[in-house]
């Protein structure tokens, strides 16, 4: 998993409430245990017609919003079933932060272990940032400090401190369990000596 620090970009606005993990990765792209090659897809039923061709007036289908790292969005995203896929999807398209005045809690926990920062602000701050969206101006991420800087203004951000370092280190669950590997092999070494008969090698 890709090390989170700090983040620059022009935020892309989806000011829609209730955006749900279908609407994010629809159902028939679920297929893939692959983490790579859902970006296409991601917001498909938005993003194209029933041709297959880009809907122009979609958000991320416009320039410079299709290179956006940073998405800022409706209250209670990622609500819906708990696939993994769309957080694979976001992080596939290049987006590695989304910022909302709230998340489903599944949703939420999947982004941290899969690289992407959620950041959760009241609605008076999320409409100042949407404003740097519609003015295709760059605001920053600042992980280690917990703010966002946009403009000469920043807001500070709060953040549960082991998910922070999991995304400063770049910790996935699997990354965490093989930090562990040593105390797991001494662990059996003991189990082994103490209780022989329950391996079968």
Same mark, same amino acid.
């Given at each position: 998993?890709?090390?989170?620090?700090?983040?620059?970009?022009?935020?892309?606005?989806?000011?829609?409430?209730?955006?749900?993990?279908?609407?994010?990765?629809?159902?028939?792209?679920?297929?893939?245990?692959?983490?790579?090659?859902?970006? #296409?897809? *991601?917001?498909?039923?938005?993003?194209?017609?029933?041709?297959? #061709?880009?809907?122009?007036?979609?958000?991320? !289908?416009? !320039?410079?919003?299709?290179?956006?790292?940073? *998405? %800022?969005?409706?209250?209670?995203?990622?609500?819906?079933?708990?696939?993994?896929?769309?957080?694979?999807? *976001?992080?596939?398209?290049?987006?590695?932060?989304?910022?909302?005045?709230?998340?489903?809690? %599944?949703?939420?926990?999947?982004?941290?272990?899969?690289?992407?920062?959620? &950041?959760?602000?009241? =609605?008076?701050?999320?409409?100042?940032?949407?404003?740097?969206?519609?003015?295709?101006?760059?605001?920053?991420?600042?992980?280690?400090?917990?703010? %966002?800087?946009?403009?000469?203004? =920043?807001?500070?951000?709060?953040?549960?401190?082991?998910?922070?370092?999991?995304?400063?280190?770049?910790?996935?669950? &699997?990354?965490?369990?093989?930090? #562990?590997?040593?105390?797991?092999?001494?662990?059996?070494?003991? *189990?082994?000596?103490?209780?022989?008969?329950?391996?079968?090698?």
């Amino acid at each position: 998993m890709q090390k989170f620090n700090t983040l620059k970009s022009i935020p892309a606005y989806l000011p829609i409430v209730n955006i749900d993990t279908d609407m994010i990765i629809p159902k028939q792209f679920l297929k893939t245990i692959k983490r790579t090659g859902l970006g #296409k897809n *991601l917001f498909f039923e938005m993003r194209y017609d029933d041709q297959g #061709k880009e809907i122009r007036d979609f958000i991320l !289908n416009q !320039n410079p919003f299709n290179n956006s790292k940073i *998405l %800022i969005a409706g209250k209670n995203f990622g609500c819906g079933s708990s696939r993994e896929h769309a957080p694979w999807a *976001l992080l596939d398209f290049g987006i590695t932060c989304v910022i909302s005045s709230s998340f489903a809690d %599944i949703f939420y926990s999947n982004c941290f272990k899969n690289g992407i920062l959620p &950041i959760v602000l009241e =609605e008076e701050k999320i409409k100042e940032l949407s404003e740097y969206a519609n003015r295709k101006e760059e605001i920053s991420v600042d992980l280690n400090k917990n703010k %966002i800087v946009y403009g000469n203004n =920043e807001i500070k951000f709060d953040v549960d401190k082991f998910k922070k370092k999991c995304l400063l280190e770049g910790l996935d669950d &699997i990354a965490l369990s093989l930090k #562990k590997s040593e105390k797991i092999k001494n662990f059996e070494k003991d *189990l082994k000596n103490q209780k022989p008969w329950i391996f079968n090698d």
